[in-house]
């Protein structure tokens, strides 16, 4: 059986809001952070997000953590909301996040391995271990925000960082 909508819905929230936190952590800006849902036909809904950042010099091993933190994220929800199945886990991987990750880095001279450890560099695998560490160090922040996102859908850098007050030292928005 699939998520409902809300639950789908805050399982995003949990997503982005676990970019723009764990991103704020390590010094980038958030410009926003949003989920975005649609009815591409009467009586189905489809949901995503996005988390647009701003990141000073060259992406370091940060912006992969960065990167993992969300689907990370998205699955803590599950875990801990009772909602988690093997199935609902594989389909929070996003991809996209892993790839973005991987071709930034390699913009950089960083060597980012989908399934293996290149020489010199690391493994998505060891990136993954590393984002869900900083997630779950950083639940009561993703937490509070992912709520406010949910029943706001969009938030800017400043609401973030306004939501947060003590839970959160580092970047500014």
Request: with cysteine.
């Amino acid at each position: 059986m699939g998520l409902s909508y809300g639950q789908a819905r805050l399982g995003l929230a949990f997503h982005e809001s676990a970019h723009a936190v764990v991103g704020l952590s390590v010094g980038m800006r958030v410009l926003t952070s949003e989920v975005i849902a649609w009815s591409p036909r009467p009586g189905t809904w489809s949901v995503t997000g996005n988390t647009v950042h701003e990141w000073d010099g060259a992406p370091g091993w940060e912006f992969a953590t960065v990167a993992a933190a969300g689907a990370q994220a998205h699955v803590e929800y599950l875990r801990r909301y009772g909602l988690w199945t093997p199935g609902r886990a594989l389909d929070c991987a996003a991809e996209h996040d892993r790839e973005l990750a991987i071709d930034t880095l390699a913009d950089h001279g960083l060597l980012l391995g989908r399934d293996h450890t290149p020489p010199g560099g690391r493994s998505w695998a060891t990136v993954q271990r590393i984002a869900r560490r900083t997630a779950v160090g950083l639940w009561p922040a993703i937490r509070t925000v992912a709520f406010a996102m949910d029943q706001r859908t969009r938030l800017t850098g400043t609401d973030i960082t306004d939501l947060l007050g003590p839970l959160l030292r580092g970047g500014a928005a």
